[in-house]
């Protein structure tokens, strides 16, 4: 029996996934649960289970292909059957090696039996149409309209036929950069971000969905840019490429960190503020503590705990901070969902600990130490890396003494931790040596104010240095 692999959805949001690494190839014998094959999609890199045991029969699609979620990406026979001992399996495996090889092997290969030249075009004109597979009896009964549609219509997937109509967008007037001018998302995304580049004299408020609800695509592309921007150069190519050099293509992952990172940049107006925090008091506690906090709780002992039960309680007085901006609103969260950037060693990732106000500091400890561990393992779910409300980056963890990170959107407001260094400082007018570290703060200053930044870090100091919660 063949069983269908397909492009699983990893969050609400997400509507394709690009396939970074099969871990099994054609004629391999696979366990159900098993790592297949490892996607990135806009939020997470994960690792993607076998749905069934049996022998790959085929991939359908090869490691750096981006398709919309439900495609078949692969075939498992699971009744066992050797993936080369019959017709079925090999001539799509053919096929796969064909299409990897390239134009020049399909020019030089002979050509197809008139069945299959045929079959091979109507399968093409389905994918160009269609996109990805549907119901059979779906296929039938829309043949003729479908083949009317794309005689008629520019060439698009349907998920940008979908963000189009949501976003009530006329693809006869968007550009096509694809192959063969093919629409793709970046094009729609690029068009729905026109109007709200352009002069917004006669445009209506800012729609508030009543009770808190999600305002939709439309009145989202209506109030904040949600566009792609393109990975530009500063200078032209020509100046670029000279002398020896290597060239290596960004990951998917490097993509979308440049692509967000770029979008903040212009989005926020970033300001900085600075401070430095007495760490004595929690470096002794933690040093004494450490042993039998990881023999108890069989989890290790951190300085990220302390910092968040800081901010989280920061949080609670200077609500801004822990905001949004949607065009001309406001949005004032009520949790303290507090995003922690992992680094990673093909990037970077912010997992997030939901409603971090309602956990002890030992939750906030197994809490920052399974996102940590399953982040570097790409065990994440979409739903792990999305809803923060706030940000915590720790570039001291490598000996920096401080950062200025960029605003992690929709966020209005990021602490960068330097490392907890010990250093001579004024007491009393005596000198004595104590842990310290700086804390930087980034913010929006649409919606924080520098003295409501101010406040917000002196409330975040004071609580580090007069630490009074029991910690085991």
Not at 40 to 51: C, F, G, L, Q, R
Not at 131 to 149: F, L, R, S, V, Y
Not at 248 to 267: D, F, G, N, T
Request: hydrophobic share 40%.
């Amino acid at each position: 029996m063949a069983v269908d692999v397909v492009m699983p959805q990893m969050g609400e949001s997400i509507f394709e996934g690009t396939i970074t690494k099969w871990f099994k190839k054609p004629g391999d014998k696979v366990e159900r649960d098993e790592p297949l094959f490892e996607i990135s999609t806009d939020k997470v890199d994960a690792e993607i289970p076998a749905p069934s045991a049996g022998i790959l029969r085929e991939i359908k699609v090869a490691e750096g292909k981006t398709v919309p979620i439900q495609t078949v990406v692969a075939v498992i026979d699971a009744a066992g059957a050797s993936a080369t001992s019959s017709a079925p399996g090999a001539a799509p495996a053919a096929a796969a090696t064909a299409e990897a090889a390239g134009p020049a092997a399909l020019k030089a290969s002979p050509a197809p039996a008139p069945r299959a030249a045929a079959d091979a075009s109507a399968e093409k004109a389905s994918d160009r149409v269609v996109g990805h597979a549907e119901p059979e009896e779906e296929q039938e009964e829309d043949h003729q309209t479908e083949e009317k549609k794309a005689a008629d219509s520019p060439l698009s997937s349907p998920l940008v036929r979908r963000l189009a109509q949501e976003n009530h967008i006329d693809l006869s007037m968007v550009r096509g950069t694809g192959a063969g001018g093919r629409i793709s998302k970046k094009d729609i995304l690029a068009a729905m971000a026109e109007p709200a580049a352009a002069p917004a004299a006669d445009s209506k408020p800012a729609v508030t969905p009543p009770g808190g609800g999600d305002p939709g695509p439309a009145i989202l592309a209506q109030t904040v840019p949600v566009a792609r921007p393109p990975l530009e150069s500063a200078v032209p190519r020509e100046r670029i490429y000279f002398g020896h050099y290597q060239v290596q293509p960004l990951s998917v992952m490097r993509q979308r960190i440049a692509e967000h990172m770029v979008l903040s940049k212009r989005v926020s107006p970033h300001v900085y503020s600075i401070d430095e925090a007495d760490m004595t008091r929690i470096a002794r506690l933690r040093t004494a503590a450490q042993k039998d906090f990881s023999e108890k709780h069989q989890t290790k002992l951190t300085f990220m705990p302390f910092f968040v039960r800081a901010c989280v309680d920061a949080l609670r007085d200077f609500p801004t901070v822990n905001a949004s901006l949607d065009g001309t609103n406001v949005v004032l969260h009520d949790e303290a969902n507090v995003g922690i950037a992992v680094a990673l060693d093909w990037g970077l990732i912010v997992p997030v600990i939901k409603h971090a106000e309602e956990k002890n500091f030992l939750g906030l400890q197994r809490a920052i130490n399974d996102l940590a561990e399953r982040a570097r393992t790409k065990k994440l779910k979409t739903e792990e890396v999305q809803e923060s409300t706030f940000s915590i980056t720790n570039p001291g963890i490598f000996g920096g003494l401080m950062g200025l990170p960029i605003i992690n959107q929709p966020n209005v407001a990021i602490l960068g931790i330097g490392a907890v260094q010990k250093r001579p400082v004024v007491i009393d007018d005596a000198i004595a040596i104590r842990s310290m570290v700086y804390l930087t703060l980034s913010y929006d200053h649409r919606v924080v104010d520098g003295a409501v930044a101010h406040q917000f870090m002196g409330h975040v100091k004071k609580h580090l240095e007069t630490w009074t919660e029991e910690i085991l």
